[in-house]
């Protein structure tokens, strides 16, 4: 008998029921007792939905990320939160969200001020972390009350409960030193307290704990094989069955020393390493547990359960109990319910699955496994018939699109003249003064704009009011800016509720949900858009705004697009063809775009690939590959322009060193990025290249509510000329203004334009 079981299930609830009650909390709207009843009663909900499955995730669970939950579970905090005499759990919010952040430092004998740990993004996934943080004095304790609480919790519910932890290796390669020392020698320290933990857990009754080791699909740092064995073999003493959990990827060279670590079982991901299955069912002992991931548990489509079973029947016979058959990862990184949705196209909905509908997928398959397939006949035939719908449909399939896709030739990506020819061109255009002054796009998003926005979509206000309530927004922004005296002025995407969804909702081959959250980081969750089909555009999608918005300013107005890559990596994809193909398609339509703007007379675009660098595949072996489709996706979209129309990107992140080839490759006129925070430090990697272009380095740190000065930001800029020439620099903040408020953003955008003029006038 095949076993089916669930590697973690969504906490955030299908109506965000967690993102609230954390919110209100911390606002001190509610007391700590409302925050846990809601946190026990979402378990509670969330293990009576996993029921029927031979085994339940425990402690997946967490008030605000996992991996700071293991944190706190092997008593690893921060040294700077370790005398915190309040409660734990207040404790735990501080190391995740900081207190006080500006000036932590300063504060922490006096009020409890307390810096943030840093986020960083969960494998290939878009989900942020809080990063483990290590010394050489590091040291473990065990704290498993709240692993404990949840698995009684659950037993009193008579769960079949399986403990979620994370395993040793990849806790420490996610963590950071913060010294010189090798954060992996602190495994001997580590080892004994995963062993206290897994015997605690023994003491429970538990037979299973998924230990999840998700580094071993990637490239392992050298000695990291010898490190596995070491430690597994250590926890081999304990009295519970491990099973090693890996998901996201191929094993590839790790598959034999996954063979060979001393585990009563391996998951593996049967979606993403469909052609490691057999390799691994060879190798695996026989007496060990295969747990198969074949349902994906990072996308939102159905599961073709026939052709599932086709493969896995003879597997299930051959391994009878010793075959567990699962979703690819946890659940985490789908959105709740599809039930939930009230306006999602009927033909369209009946291809998806979420979490709920892909546990149901999980037990149709376990039927079919254990008792044949004439249980479950219905909802097999049932399946089968979404499958083919989707194949068949037409609105899948844009013949027109694929043709226009089928002729794209390198040409198409080609700028006429070199980036010498283009400057010289554009600057007799645009006179533009040196240290060009100008901002990433969007001016703070009032709670006039989004009542607007939102009465629009609600029908109460109709398209021409909202086209006037906009107009009038766009109107005020440039105003603003004339008055602060920005050589490049923007319209300020009054009209944009999100960079992504916006162009989406534009889109022939994308459709929208009104539930589908999934959880980012802490309380903050996205709403992926979901590409089913062949991209087209049907019409101009933001050249109204821009034309509008040029015609009230003398000024040049950059129009402003988010590009194909960004879309691509924010969006819930097709599975039915390579990523590639649907950024191809989608930088057609921004090509549209872009040249609809150049003909309505707009003189700069910029298109935001923000996403870029997100798309980089798990191991490094296969960067070049998507770096070379990516460039060459966001080349098709920009370039087909006149040399005197100037083309900007940006990106919103700072690490280049390693990608420096592919940015310079995509050719972009002007790159804007973050830098702020870094001393500029950040512009080696384009020094070392001699990066030909130009470069705007963001000076205005805009996720911090402080006011740069403008001795603050020359210093900034004299540090960036000595690494770029100034005739190729301009001068902006880090990224769009749209979280900030206006009594912020006008003094330091005076800051900014006064600095251009100060460090002009020292040329
Ligand atoms: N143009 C966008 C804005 O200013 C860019 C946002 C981003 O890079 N994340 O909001
Ligand atoms: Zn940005």
Redesign the pocket.
């Known amino acids: 008998m095949a076993r089916i079981h669930n590697l973690g299930f969504p906490r955030i609830g299908a109506r965000r029921e967690l993102k609230f009650a954390l919110e209100s909390y911390w606002k001190g709207q509610s007391s700590r007792e409302e925050l846990t009843a809601t946190a026990a009663a979402l378990r509670q909900r969330h293990w009576a939905q996993q029921a029927g499955l031979d085994l339940v995730p425990v402690g997946d669970f967490s008030f605000y990320d996992q991996v700071l939950d293991m944190s706190f579970t092997l008593g690893n905090l921060p040294e700077r939160v370790r005398d915190f005499r309040g409660d734990e759990l207040d404790n735990y919010f501080r190391v995740a969200r900081g207190r006080s952040a500006q000036s932590a430092e300063e504060h922490t004998q006096c009020c409890g001020g307390v810096a943030a740990g840093e986020m960083t993004k969960w494998f290939d996934t878009n989900y942020h972390y809080i990063v483990p943080e290590f010394t050489q004095d590091t040291a473990f304790t065990l704290n498993a009350s709240r692993l404990i609480e949840q698995l009684r919790e659950a037993k009193a519910q008579n769960v079949a409960a399986k403990p979620v932890i994370i395993g040793p290796l990849t806790y420490l390669a996610l963590g950071k030193e913060k010294d010189d020392s090798d954060r992996f020698d602190l495994l001997a320290r580590l080892l004994p307290v995963y062993l206290e933990l897994l015997n605690a857990l023994a003491a429970e009754g538990v037979e299973w704990v998924q230990v999840d080791e998700p580094i071993l699909v990637t490239e392992l740092p050298s000695g990291l094989d010898a490190a596995f064995e070491q430690a597994y073999h250590a926890l081999a003493a304990v009295p519970v069955k491990l099973l090693l959990a890996t998901y996201f990827g191929r094993l590839q060279e790790n598959l034999s020393l996954v063979t060979r670590l001393p585990v009563a079982g391996v998951h593996l991901d049967a979606v993403n390493a469909a052609d490691e299955v057999a390799a691994l069912a060879a190798q695996l002992p026989q007496d060990s547990v295969l747990s198969l991931g074949v349902i994906n548990g990072r996308n939102i489509w159905k599961t073709d359960l026939n052709a599932t079973l086709q493969w896995l029947t003879p597997l299930a016979t051959a391994r009878g109990e010793r075959l567990w058959v699962a979703p690819s990862c946890s659940l985490l990184h789908v959105p709740v319910d599809l039930a939930s949705e009230q306006t999602l196209d009927t033909e369209i909905a009946s291809w998806l699955a979420f979490a709920l509908q892909k546990l149901d997928e999980l037990r149709i398959l376990g039927a079919a496994l254990n008792q044949g397939r004439n249980s479950g006949a219905r909802e097999l035939a049932d399946n089968q018939a979404a499958i083919d719908s989707r194949r068949q449909s037409p609105r899948v399939t844009n013949p027109a699109v694929q043709a226009a896709v089928a002729t794209i030739t390198s040409s198409l990506g080609q700028r006429r003249s070199p980036y010498a020819e283009r400057a010289a061109r554009q600057s007799a255009l645009l006179k533009l003064p040196l240290f060009p002054t100008t ?4 001016f703070p998003q009032t709670a006039d704009i989004r009542q607007a926005r939102r009465q629009f979509k609600s029908g109460e206000l109709d398209q021409a009011s909202y086209t006037q309530a906009m107009q009038a927004e766009i109107a005020h922004c440039v105003r603003e800016q004339e008055a602060l005296r920005l050589d490049v002025l923007v319209h300020g ?1 009054p009209e ?1 509720n999100d ?1 992504v969804e916006y162009f989406g909702e534009q889109l022939d081959g994308y459709a929208f949900s009104q539930f589908g959250w999934v959880q980012s980081y802490g309380s903050r969750c996205v709403k992926p858009p979901i590409l089913f089909g062949d991209i087209s555009r049907p019409q101009p999608m933001t050249v109204a705004w821009s034309t509008y918005a040029q015609s009230l300013t003398d000024k040049p107005m950059k129009g ?1 697009l ?1 590009g194909p890559v960004t879309i691509l990596n924010w969006s819930f994809v097709r599975d039915d063809q390579p990523r590639s193909a649907s950024c191809l398609q989608l930088a057609l339509a921004i090509r549209q775009e872009v040249q609809d703007l150049e003909k309505a007379g707009v003189r700069i675009i ?1 298109i ?1 690939e ?1 996403a870029l660098r997100e798309g980089l595949p798990l191991r490094r072996a296969q960067w070049q590959t998507y770096l070379d489709w990516a460039v060459e996706s966001f080349r098709i979209s920009a370039n087909g322009v006149a040399d005197e129309t100037q083309i900007h990107t ?3 992140y700072s690490e280049f060193n390693d990608i420096i080839e592919s940015i310079a490759a995509m050719d972009a006129d002007v790159i804007t990025i973050e830098t702020s925070r870094s001393d500029m430090e950040l512009l080696d990697a384009f020094k070392h290249f001699e990066y030909p272009n130009e470069i705007g380095p963001g000076v205005y740190d805009i996720h911090s509510p402080n006011i740069p000065t403008q001795e603050y930001m020359v210093k900034l800029m004299q540090l960036a000329a000595e690494r770029v020439p100034a005739q190729r620099l301009w001068v902006n903040p880090d ?4 979280t900030r408020q206006w009594a912020e953003v006008r003094p330091a955008l005076a800051n900014m334009v006064a600095a251009a003029r100060a460090l002009r006038a020292t040329l």
Do not use: F, W
């Not at 901002?439 to 969007?442: E, K, L």
């Not at 990224?735 to 749209?738: A, D, F, P």
């Open positions: 901002t990433i796009g969007s995407e944009r960079m402003m988010t910029q935001d923000a940006h990106m919103c990224c769009g203004l749209k």
